[in-house]
Nanobody, 119 residues
């Protein structure tokens, strides 16, 4: 299942970007059962967790983004958003939206959106 991510771009260090992801209709009925999150992958590095949010709003962040990034979701609109503030050059990566269905241990991914932070 393909999630639809958007919102990447080029920004100077210290700037902000907002990423959004929407779930397709095929999983809309179970969206509230899915842990939504964002991962990122920088060139030459492994994909890493950035942030996750449960259907009840419990969040989890990588230490490197705590206090700068904020994840939120709207179960009615089937969307998840990542607000990124105080961006740093090391935040440069392709960001992927992820949906994890705990009951079936399955994952859905977005197509990836490029975030580039210049120094």
């Amino acid at each position: 299942v393909q999630l639809q991510a958007s919102g990447g771009g080029l920004v100077q260090a210290g700037g902000s970007l907002r990423l959004s992801c929407v779930a397709p209709r095929t999983i809309s009925s179970v969206f509230s059962l899915i842990i939504m999150g964002w991962f990122r992958q920088a060139p030459g590095k492994e994909r890493e967790l950035v942030a996750t949010i449960t259907n009840q709003g419990t969040t989890n962040y990588a230490d490197s983004v705590k206090g700068r990034f904020s994840i939120s979701r709207n179960n009615g609109r089937k969307t998840v958003t990542l607000q990124m503030n105080s961006l740093r050059p090391e935040d440069t990566a392709v960001y992927y939206c992820n949906g994890h269905m705990v009951s079936t241990a399955t994952d859905s991914w977005g197509q990836g959106t490029q975030v580039t932070v210049s120094s």
